[in-house]
């Protein structure tokens, strides 16, 4: 879902001018030229003018619109702690804002996209590899977007997300498992693989981590848990490529986006 800046809000204030280019210009026109900026790319000018329109004129729907904007502007920067600082200041400073669903969805798609990116550029990273902070942010703030907000219009785009999250931080602990099976820490694989299992039970990655519990139990000889856990694994997969193929079945889930 591609997103764009919101709608001007409308109104304007006064105070104070600074002896610069913009001296005398009016709140329009200070946001007019902002979203020429931003139109033509530039993002840092229009942060600039944002923050002069804010200063200038702090109580009006200009100023609120332009924290908005700020946001919008540091996360096309690719500058996301800027931009997930200015989405938290207008949560907190206008929680019953019309448009304050938009600073959560915003908030939340900038650590989904923090670093190349957890929705794109897939085929080209292993995203298990990663570190999986910004996945679980973003989840909370989606998470905290739909059950605040569950009639938005972001609420679908923002759930989608959370599933695809859900898979993906599944699959990181899933890898973790497979680095210590392949290492011979048994035990370590088994716990890893099971906590995978119990936190995220709907994941495609779960199907994995049942062949690892069940590959580890088997390397340390006890053979009633490797049983159990292939047991385990037949009832739920039983058409699984693990069975022939091992760990040489096609590429993983998270590089089929």
């Not at 600073?103 to 923090?114: D, I, R």
């Not at 994995?208 to 580890?216: C, F, G, N, P, S």
């Not at 340390?220 to 069975?243: C, H, Q, T, W």
Request: proline share 5%; with cysteine; charged share 25%.
């Amino acid at each position: 879902m591609t997103i764009a800046p919101l709608p001007l809000l409308s109104g304007c204030g006064s105070t104070s001018e600074q002896a610069d280019e913009t001296s005398g210009w009016s709140a329009q026109k200070l946001y007019n030229e902002a979203r020429e900026a931003m139109n033509e790319g530039a993002w840092d000018r229009a942060i600039k003018l944002l923050e002069k329109l804010e200063s200038r004129y702090p109580y009006g729907r200009y100023a609120q619109q332009a924290q908005l904007e700020v946001a919008y502007a540091n996360f096309k920067l690719s500058e996301p702690v800027a931009a997930i600082a200015a989405c938290d200041r207008f949560i907190r400073l206008h929680p019953n804002h019309p448009n304050v669903d938009y600073a959560y969805y915003l908030k939340g798609l900038v650590n989904f996209n923090e670093d190349l990116g957890l929705f794109g550029y897939v085929s080209q990273q292993d995203l298990t590899e990663r570190d999986p902070k910004a996945a679980r942010e973003a989840f909370d703030a989606f998470k905290e977007l739909v059950n605040k907000f569950p009639g938005s219009k972001y609420a679908s785009d923002a759930t989608a997300r959370m599933k695809y999250l859900v898979n993906a931080l599944a699959a990181h602990e899933v890898h973790v498992a497979r680095y210590y099976l392949k290492r011979g820490a048994y035990l370590a694989a088994v716990n890893r693989a099971q906590d995978a299992i119990k936190t995220y039970p709907d994941a495609p990655a779960i199907e994995e981590a049942m062949y690892i519990t069940v590959l580890a139990y088997e390397a340390i000889g006890m053979k009633d848990l490797r049983d159990d856990a292939e047991r385990v694994m037949r009832r739920n997969f039983p058409k699984s490529e693990f069975y022939a193929l091992g760990f040489d079945r096609p590429s993983p889930w998270w590089k089929l986006w």
